[in-house]
């Protein structure tokens, strides 16, 4: 069984920082990319960032470039979001998936986690 497990979400103040994680387990994610979405309330989910396989290509929607950091350990199937300079526009569910990489930023993948939840106050 495939598991994208999120954790890290809760609530900060405007300006403070979170670190989102993403554990994979159930299968091997050789040769995908993991990247990060969010969903506000009232709109679509929404892409944020996204690594390579290798770790050395990583990708950001222009929102959040500048102040999020993704980064990954392979060795523990771990992918993180590093989030800093948070804004109350940043709130949203915040959800891990997995896909190849040429299609990773479309958010079309078969494997997602069940979202954590980010909340900035102003």
């Known amino acids: 069984q495939v598991q994208l497990v999120e954790s890290g979400g809760g609530l900060v103040q405007a300006g403070g920082s979170l670190r989102l994680s993403c554990a994979a387990s159930g299968r091997t994610f050789d040769n995908y990319a993991m990247g990060w979405f969010r969903q506000a309330p009232g709109k679509e989910r929404e892409f944020v960032a996204a690594?390579?396989?290798?770790?050395?290509?990583?990708y950001y929607d222009d929102s959040v470039k500048g102040r999020f950091t993704i980064s990954s350990d392979k060795a523990k199937n771990t992918v993180y979001l590093q989030m800093t300079s948070l804004k109350p526009e940043d709130t949203a569910v915040y959800y891990c998936?997995?896909?190849?990489?040429?299609?990773?930023?479309?958010?079309?993948?078969?494997?997602w986690g069940q979202g954590t939840q980010v909340t900035v106050s102003s």
């Open positions: 998936a997995a896909d190849y990489e040429y299609t990773i930023v479309t958010g079309t993948g078969d494997y």
């Open positions: 690594i390579s396989w290798s770790g050395d290509r990583t």
